[in-house]
């Protein structure tokens, strides 16, 4: 079957159908001005080994697609947030008895992370779990400040800044106390623990992987 398909034209078919034999030279002639026209770049000697050597492959440069850069969605600034008060707590909503609820699940939360609060558990232990935990929601008193007004002051936390606690107090009054100069304590399950706030200045999200350090007494 090949050598039908490959066979030459006979004088008869080629006159037939108008084909023109040509010789070898010619043939030669051809291939090499093709390849001159097709490869203007290269030399006639690289031609001559690649013809001797390897089939030649045209040039041909396939076009690759860009890939199209996903624009990352970008959050709102810090400034935006402050322009739009999206943390602002509404007047009608700073009533304690609204986020009693929210204590108690913070209770809960703090009982699961230390496995129980037993009678026998370490406080140092529990110091040390209350310094890196979530504390929204927590009952929080300020024992000690370099400002008389703030001491005393109790209630729930509702928002926790690098700078400052928001408490909610029963007399159902939004108070912003700055942690500089201030002490603080969490009691929970009759174990109070005590927070310097001079060295509490992180947001939330920062506390759980710093690392704390056992200090005698420090200094408003």
């Known amino acids: 079957m090949k050598s039908v398909i490959y066979n030459a034209f006979s004088q008869k078919e080629a006159k037939e159908f108008d084909v023109q034999h040509t010789g070898a030279q010619r043939a030669e002639a051809f291939v090499r001005a093709f390849l001159k026209r ?6 006639q000697q690289v031609r ?3 013809l001797q050597r390897k089939a030649v492959v045209l040039e041909y440069f396939t076009h690759r697609k860009q890939k199209e850069k996903k624009k990352k969605s970008r959050g709102l600034s810090a400034k935006q947030r402050r322009e739009l008060r ?3 707590i509404k007047p009608e909503q700073q009533r304690y008895s609204l986020f009693l609820p929210l204590h108690e699940l913070w209770k809960q939360y703090i009982r699961d992370l230390c496995n129980g609060l037993k009678p026998d558990t370490q406080p140092q232990m529990i110091q040390a779990k209350l310094l890196k935990a ?3 929601g927590a009952i929080v ?3 000690k400040s370099k400002c008389p007004s703030y001491v005393g002051v109790t209630g729930i936390l ?8 928001k408490i909610i107090t029963k007399e159902d009054r939004l108070k912003v106390i700055p942690k500089l ?3 603080f304590t969490v009691e929970i399950d009759g174990f109070i623990s005590y927070i310097y706030g001079s060295k509490f200045q992180l947001r939330s999200s920062e506390r759980s992987a710093k690392k704390f350090k056992a200090k005698g007494t420090i200094d408003l």
């Open 38 to 43: 097709s490869m203007p770049h290269m030399s």
């Open 48 to 50: 001559e080994d690649l």
């Open 86 to 88: 999206l943390f602002d």
């Open 134 to 136: 979530d504390l929204h």
């Open 141 to 143: 008193s300020v024992t």
């Open 158 to 165: 509702l928002q926790e800044t690098k700078h400052v606690f």
């Open 181 to 183: 100069n201030c002490v």
